[in-house]
T-cell receptor
């Protein structure tokens, strides 16, 4: 079955430290991959997306993600965390060949402390 | 202008009641969705409509009935509400099959 796995439901980093949020997918066909962010009591906002162009994707707010087919991964990184980055982050996948059925991972809550 | 707007934002009701949530998008998108986010933040697709036609129905109970009067609107009606229906319901829209989903701010439903 097609699935998306986010390792670590909670990640805590210091302000200024590297942010690494992990995402792995199970797929036998090339997927379209997304990272969304959800701030408290708000809807989801797209951070970045991979659609089979460059494997390193740059998004908003200094985030980027690298698609690694051999590892079936799409980890999200940011070199230096800011307090405003504290939020819930969701990795999501659409598998080509079907309708726009976005499948979400379980989410990772990022906490940033001074 | 809000791209995807949902009303109401908060809804508190008793078990057994019937309630509706409305969604409108002004992005000109052809496809709209309803997602349910549970208390553990897990997001699951419920329905999707493309140009008023139902294209995704993810084994949701019959008590949930989506209606799309036109491609800019997708409403969700829930009959005989149960405690387990308490969640945040998100409406979203997209332009095409690999397009970005634009989400509304969510409607928090609490069933007492």
């Amino acid at each position: 079955a097609q699935s998306v796995t986010q390792l670590g439901s909670h990640v805590s980093v210091s302000e200024g430290a590297l942010v690494l949020l992990r995402c792995n997918y199970s797929s036998s066909v090339p997927p379209y991959l997304f990272w969304y962010v959800q701030y408290p009591n708000q809807g989801l906002q797209l951070l970045l997306k991979y659609t089979s162009a460059a494997t390193l994707v740059k998004g908003i707010n200094g985030f980027e993600a690298e698609f690694k087919k051999s590892e079936t991964s799409f980890h999200l990184t940011k070199p230096s965390a800011h307090m405003s980055d504290a939020a819930e982050y969701f990795c999501a996948v659409i598998w080509s060949g079907g309708y726009n059925k976005l499948i979400f991972g379980a989410g990772t809550r990022l906490a940033v402390h001074p | 202008d809000t791209a995807v707007s949902q009303t109401p934002k908060y809804l508190v009701t008793q078990m057994g009641n019937d309630k509706s949530i409305k969604c409108e998008q002004n992005l000109g998108h052809d496809t709209m969705y309803w997602y349910k986010q549970d208390s553990k933040k897990f997001l699951k697709i419920m329905f999707s409509y493309n140009n008023k036609e139902l294209i995704i129905n993810e084994t949701v109970p019959n008590r949930f009935s989506p209606k799309s009067p036109d491609k800019a609107h997708l409403n969700l009606h829930i009959n005989s509400l149960e405690l387990g229906d308490s969640a945040v319901y998100f409406c979203a829209s997209s332009e095409h099959i690999t397009g970005e989903l634009f989400f509304g701010e969510g409607s928090r439903l609490t069933v007492l």
